[in-house]
């Protein structure tokens, strides 16, 4: 068990007095205790998807109780939670002791402790100075991607009929955010011109955003290469940008966004994270025909426009792609005239990604 696995079970058995003392989060650099930001990050990763673990678990006991009644067995707690070690529980497998001997009935109590030391531990990096707060932010994204990367497989030729199987991680780590500042309630106060021609989503919180799973998965497919340019269209506040740069900063990225708050966030979290150089967001109305869409590797649309702006925004990257060799990310509506383009340019066989939610296509060279 490594440090940062040892400090959530004692956090949980509450060995740090978690709530009584402030003992853990006044921890100085130097004390054996002590977590640098590589294993801060694994903290965060752990607690965040134990908190969906035990979502999941007390969903799968209802059923099971369920069950037990109808055919009038009597389950044993630990015949019920110790087949889930082999998968969906595999994360936390240094709390298998420690899950059994608490019972059916600690459940409750450590989905609440849980989202507790999620909260102080993004409230104790967001305190710490700036490098440290790049590095716990990258580490925990790279993490997260294993887990998505796992969740995925675990869905392959899984037909989507059957429901998804395991762990649902899409929502997980939205908690991400508060590093970003990602102030989506600003959303709220927005005066909406109802001429406008684009899809706002202004009441839609963070699912304005593509989910971390979503952008992760999707660079992991691309792995673009060195030096190349990264296109949104249709950014919002930014997430996109922001985790695809952290992870390579190898890469230039422009995000386009309809609404100026959102870029003022986008620009402010870049600003923070020491992203300025190569990561830039722009406030744009993409529906209109004097703006010209730059030429660029990969282009991310996720599904924002309307069907007017669809027709010159595809027209436009069609038109790219006859120059050089691109990649476009989408989904929704989107992918379904992607699908009509592709075919009639010849391009290949796009990749699903995403249990189905996000599509790859790649041009011809």
């Avoid at 939670?81 to 450590?110: M, Q």
């Avoid at 269209?233 to 100026?260: A, C, H, K, N, Q």
Wanted: charged share 25%; with cysteine.
């Amino acid at each position: 068990m490594n440090l940062s696995e040892q400090t959530l079970l004692d956090l949980l058995e509450k060995k740090h007095l978690l709530f009584d003392t402030p003992h853990f989060y006044t921890l100085k650099e130097g004390d054996p205790r002590y977590l640098d930001p590589s294993e801060m990050a694994h903290l965060y990763v752990s607690s965040a998807l134990l908190v969906t673990i035990m979502e999941f678990v007390s969903e799968q006991l209802w059923l099971s109780n369920e069950e037990d009644k109808k055919s009038g067995v009597n389950t044993l707690y630990e015949d019920f939670i110790t087949p889930f070690f082999l998968d969906e529980l595999a994360p936390v497998l240094f709390l298998k002791s420690f899950f059994v001997s608490g019972g059916a009935e600690n459940i409750r109590v450590i989905l609440k402790d849980t989202i507790a030391i999620e909260k102080e531990v993004l409230s104790l990096i967001a305190a710490r100075p700036g490098d440290d707060l790049k590095e716990f932010v990258v580490q925990s994204l790279k993490e997260m991607t294993a887990h998505f990367i796992h969740e995925e497989k675990a869905q392959e030729s899984r037909e989507q009929s059957l429901g998804h199987k395991g762990l649902r991680l899409y929502r997980t780590f939205d908690n991400l955010d508060i590093l970003f500042n990602l102030n989506y309630t600003l959303d709220r106060e927005m005066v909406v011109d109802q001429s406008a021609k684009e899809r706002l989503y202004q009441r839609a919180g963070a699912g304005v955003q593509s989910g971390y799973s979503t952008i992760l998965l999707a660079l992991h497919g691309i792995d673009p290469k060195e030096g190349s340019s990264m296109i949104d269209l249709g950014s919002g506040y930014g997430r996109v940008g922001l985790v695809w740069t952290l992870l390579r900063p190898d890469i230039f990225f422009t995000g386009y966004e309809y609404v100026p708050h959102r870029v003022t966030v986008s620009n402010a979290a870049s600003k923070v994270f020491g992203l300025n150089n190569y990561l830039q967001f722009k406030v744009q109305d993409l529906s209109l025909e004097s703006f010209k869409i730059p030429d660029g590797d990969v282009y991310y649309l996720y599904d924002p426009f309307t069907k007017e702006t669809y027709q010159s925004v595809l027209k436009q990257i069609v038109e790219v792609s006859r120059r050089r060799k691109i990649t476009v990310v989408t989904k929704g509506n989107a992918r379904s005239r992607l699908m009509e383009i592709s075919e009639k340019n010849s391009w290949r066989e796009p990749e699903i990604i995403d249990y189905g939610n996000l599509c790859i296509f790649e041009s011809q060279s």
